[in-house]
């Protein structure tokens, strides 16, 4: 991946806010190149692994509630260009009417099958297309829905700066986000929630990882993603 001339960044992101963040990766423009290479390689070869699995999943999905195997939503990558993001679908059909962009605790639109695959992260699978596509990387601030992105700070337009992320360190911390979303009791009050109270601690999380952007920063995640996933059945198992 390649980090654009300053001045053919969008309007929104030319600001001295963004431009000590765009130093600090101009400074990594080796890890840039290399980045994307992995990616390919990477997320290739996940998906070679994971080609049976993921159609065990699509038929469970399909077996336990009417509807597409697939879930794809706009939602904002590198520069703020919109593009479709892959899941498994956990929801019922037409979740997306039927409340919030974001899911709560106990969201009664969750399927059975859902409930399993949110918990391993498991419907994030499909994603690995997103990232041989371009759309995506392995490591990155995990990508927004449009009307959320406008509400930005102009600070937080800097994560703009890189493609959207399979996983992070905030994804990593806020795991449980749909806990902390759960006194919510209508759709305007999650999203109320959500821009007030969680995206502002979730976008200090990501700029400060983009202040210690490498290839050691990004390796550590993939394992804390990893012991995080695992971690998760180990309680699973002793309960």
Sequence with gaps: MELRPWQLLPDEMRTK???KYYNILMKHRMWLEMKRVLDVIVAGIMLAVLIIPMGIIALAIRLDSPGPVFFRQARVTQYGRIFRIYKFRTMVDNASKLGAAVTVDNDSRITKVGAFLRKYRMDE?????NILAGDMTLVGTRPEVPKYVKKYTKEMYATLLLPAGLTSRTSIAYKDEDKLLGEAVDEKSTDNIYLNEVL???????????????????AAVLWDTFTSVVGSERMTVKK
């Design 200 to 218: 502002p601690a979730k976008m200090r999380y990501n700029l400060e990882s983009m202040k210690h952007f490498g290839v050691k920063a990004d």
């Design 125 to 129: 699978f499909p994603q690995l297309f």
């Design 17 to 19: 806010e963004v431009r």
